[in-house]
């Protein structure tokens, strides 16, 4: 799951968040190709033996393992293109982009830093994209951004697909919030789902989401 801070330098009524309006839901995209094997990857199954790792445009199975657990957040971008009705690149060939455009750091030993937001919002505007980084924000607003059929990228705590779980932080790992249902509960996608329950239309009430929220993403639309 990767770090979703913010550059170091946004249920509500129409569009998405219609009450089960499936048709408008975004297609699910998981931050590995298999979303079949999340649960065997998050239980420590090396990435590099997905049968599908050259769907997601890595040089090679290597390549494709180190970054996995760092891509939640072009696996949200690439649910927003679809969501918006725009062809979905593959997964590694939006990281490079942003990464060109300081949205991923890889640092001298190893590690990687980002998601960087500043990076994602800069390459959702050269695809025509409006967006904006949102910081400092409660549950309750999140329903705002929604409005006009808008979509949010969620910095969460990964525990959040267990959401009876007490995370021991907030952050880390992003989600696709895209709207409310008739209850209030916010309507998610999670990259890093590892069944189909916690992946793909998960719904919170809000104080649930709130445990796991860190206050900021970015808003798309």
Known sequence: MSPSSPSPGGGGGSGWGDEDSRAATPP????????????DFLAGRDAATDPLWQASAA?????????????????????????????IPPIHAIRREIQALGGYVEL?????????????????????IPARI????????????????????????????????????????????????????????NPSGHDEATRRDVRLAPEAFARFFAGRGIVIG
């Open 134 to 189: 949102a910081l400092d924000l409660a549950v309750a607003d999140i329903p705002a951004l929604l409005d006009g059929g808008r979509l949010f990228v969620a910095s969460v705590h990964p525990a959040i697909r267990r959401p009876e779980a007490d995370p021991p932080a907030r952050g880390g790992h992003l989600v696709l919030v895209f709207g409310a249902d008739a209850a209030g509960a916010l309507r998610l996608h």
């Open 28 to 39: 699910f995209r998981a931050q590995w190709e298999s979303a079949a094997l999340v649960a």
């Open 59 to 87: 040089v090679d199975a290597a390549e494709y393992a180190r970054w996995a657990d760092h891509l939640c957040g072009c696996a949200c971008l690439q649910m927003a293109f679809g969501a918006l009705g725009r062809d």
């Open 108 to 128: 001298p030993d190893g590690s990687i830093r980002g998601l960087i937001y500043a990076g994602a919002v800069a390459w959702l505007a050269g695809q025509g």
